[in-house]
């Protein structure tokens, strides 16, 4: 009975510092990190692809032939009698390292995946409707690793342990945005949160001390299921507002977040040769979505489009007694991030009939900000470099095919890495998107067939 307390006294902790095998896999998950084993996995970078390739910014962009899906109150510059939708996919190419008793172990792995299904329409004058279905959060990951435990090696064996976990949650908004009076425009929106996270372990006794047949192995699984509403307000104020010269838009959003009570389904089986014990429960688990606040200007004029956002998540206060154990000992909590982005777009000549060049959009951005959970007290940073272009589709016309690229990493600095085993995480995403504008007057009836 000593035994299997114990054992599943390891079996159950997670374990973001399990040395990994090498390989390259592909697979449908939306993501691939160690990083993702703990609450409700790795958040997504949010918006449309063009905003993703100027860093994510885009809280006070406006436009009446493209998407914004960061901020409901952009919903109400949608033109009468034209009808916006945008559709992307992305494929990552994730490589993990990581440091530990004097080896290093490397990972690689790719995922394609769907991004974002979004439109915009008008329902009055000055009054829009937007609707956008993106991932919120993704979970996926493989590690391998061998309790390092004296009273487990002499009373069991060398005990190894493999823990998996895929699954996602996606965010459904849909609000309608409101020009208030000139240059200044409210939204809000309806945000439903769903989704299954399945986490899995096993251990096996690969040196069995105590004789053949007494132990084989623990199998245990965790169901997350979320279905949860929230919800999101966004002003938008143009400041300067020339249409034919320059625009310079403030723009601002709060989401009012909330306990996302997530159901979650524990089963562990544990036996010998001579039987198995099943142990079932089903909790609901207290984690919170952050209240979060984000800020951003956005200048824009025939040529150019500059874009700079600041983002606030509360996750620590929420979470103050959310906690879980990795296997080294150390506790995996949550904190308050600060997220600073930034992202320019030129395009030299939309109106050039010749060069199909001078009417290409090129972007460029760059993401800095904190980890949203800290790792025996110690914090991470993470950032990203990201580019982009938009060719569109025909001359005089705003539709567009986008394509964008991203570079990021994740880690602490070398002595906090090799002390909590962290793995150093590079990345890169690669996107395709298509934004349709409504340039053939939908809805219109015509005149002569």
């Known amino acids: 009975m000593h035994v299997k307390k114990t054992i599943v006294k390891w079996v159950v902790a997670a374990a973001v510092a399990l040395p990994c095998g090498a390989w390259a896999q592909t697979s449908s998950i939306n993501a691939f990190s160690p990083y993702s084993m703990y609450g409700i996995g790795e958040l997504q970078t949010q918006g449309a692809l063009p905003t993703r390739s100027m860093g994510g910014a885009g809280v006070g962009m406006r436009s009446s032939s493209r998407v914004n899906l960061l901020n409901p109150a952009a919903y109400s510059a949608t033109a009468p009698k034209t009808f916006l939708f945008d559709f992307g996919v992305e494929g990552q190419n994730f490589y993990n390292s990581q440091q530990r008793d004097g080896r290093t172990a490397r990972t690689s792995y790719n ?3 769907f991004h974002d299904i979004a439109l915009q329409m008008p329902l009055a004058r000055k009054l829009g409707l937007g609707f956008s279905l993106t991932p919120y959060s993704s979970v996926g990951y493989r590690v391998t690793g061998t309790i390092e435990d004296d009273e487990i090696w002499g009373n069991i064996g060398r005990v190894q342990q493999l823990y998996s976990g895929e699954g996602d949650v996606t965010e459904v908004k849909l609000g309608i945005g409101w020009m208030l009076f000139k240059n200044f425009s409210i939204g809000v929106a309806g945000q439903y949160y769903w989704g299954d996270i399945d986490r899995s372990f096993t251990t096996t006794v690969t040196n069995n001390v105590v ?17 949860r509403f929230m919800g999101q307000v966004g ?20 989401d009012i977040g909330g306990d996302l009570r997530p159901d979650v389904t524990s089963t562990v089986y544990s036996g010998n040769l001579f039987g198995t014990t ?13 209240h979060q606040v984000a800020v951003g200007l956005y200048y ?3 040529r150019i489009q500059v874009a700079a956002d600041y983002v606030y998540q509360d996750w620590g206060s929420g979470n103050k007694g959310y906690r879980e154990q990795a296997s080294s000992g150390f506790e995996v909590a949550y904190r308050n991030t600060n997220t600073f982005k930034a992202g320019l777009e030129w395009t030299p000549n939309r109106m050039d009939v010749r060069r199909i060049l001078k009417r290409w959009s090129y972007r460029v951005g760059f993401r800095y900000g904190d980890y949203n959970q800290t790792f025996g007290g110690k914090t991470l940073n993470e950032y990203a ?20 690229i991203e570079y990021g990493r994740r880690g602490g600095p070398s002595r906090i890495n ?21 340039e053939d007057y939908w809805f219109v009836r015509p005149k002569y067939d």
């Not at 470099?385 to 964008?404: C, E, F, H, Q, R």
């Not at 090799?418 to 409504?438: E, H, N, P, T, W």
């Open 111 to 113: 995922t394609f995946n």
């Open 385 to 404: 470099v990201t580019a982009g272009i938009g060719i569109p589709l025909k001359i005089m016309g705003a539709s567009s095919i986008d394509l964008g």
């Open 235 to 254: 002003v938008q104020w143009d400041i300067i507002n020339q249409p034919r010269r320059r625009i310079l838009t403030l723009g601002a959003t709060y």
């Open 300 to 302: 824009q004029t025939s």
């Open 278 to 290: 099943v142990t079932e429960q089903s909790p609901h688990l207290k984690l919170v979505l952050p």
């Open 418 to 438: 090799d002390r909590v085993g962290l793995v150093k995480q590079q990345y890169f995403k690669f996107a395709v998107g298509i934004s349709m504008f409504g």
């Open 211 to 227: 004789g053949s047949g007494s132990f084989t192995a623990a199998i245990g699984k965790q169901t997350y299921s979320v279905s």
